[in-house]
């Protein structure tokens, strides 16, 4: 039977992203479907970046995440998130490796949207007033 590691999770906004790792070929799924099925360029390059990190462990394991909400942006984030933690709980020296590059692969980012307040017509803009 395979080695399963996992399951990482990876949060961004309002995407969560679980990642389950096993062995194989270097393989990325994101809801049963490749990683060449997914958003833009610039979404799977996100995705891709802590895999650099540990280019060895990435061609011998397959990478299986399940996401639930956010946009295409916000899933690719918490997917990388999940990731590098789960590259960073394997090895010591990976883990510094990740975080000399961007330290937010491994801490999270906890920005917000901000919500909407009663009376105006978003967070922060108000409704136009005329002074005749």
Known sequence: MAKVLGPFVGRRKTAVAKLVVRQGSGNIYINNRPLQHFGNDVAR?????????????????????????????????????????????????????????????????????EPKKPNRYSARRFKQKSYR
Request: no cysteine.
């Open 45 to 113: 390059a996100k995705i891709l970046t802590p895999l650099y990190m540990d280019e060895k462990f990435w061609k011998s394991h397959d990478f299986y995440i399940k996401v639930r909400g956010g946009g295409v942006m916000a899933i690719a984030d918490a997917a990388s998130f999940a990731i590098a933690k789960a590259l960073a709980e394997r090895s010591e020296t990976v883990k510094q490796k990740i975080k000399e590059y961007n330290r937010v692969l491994l801490a999270g980012d906890p920005r917000q949207t």
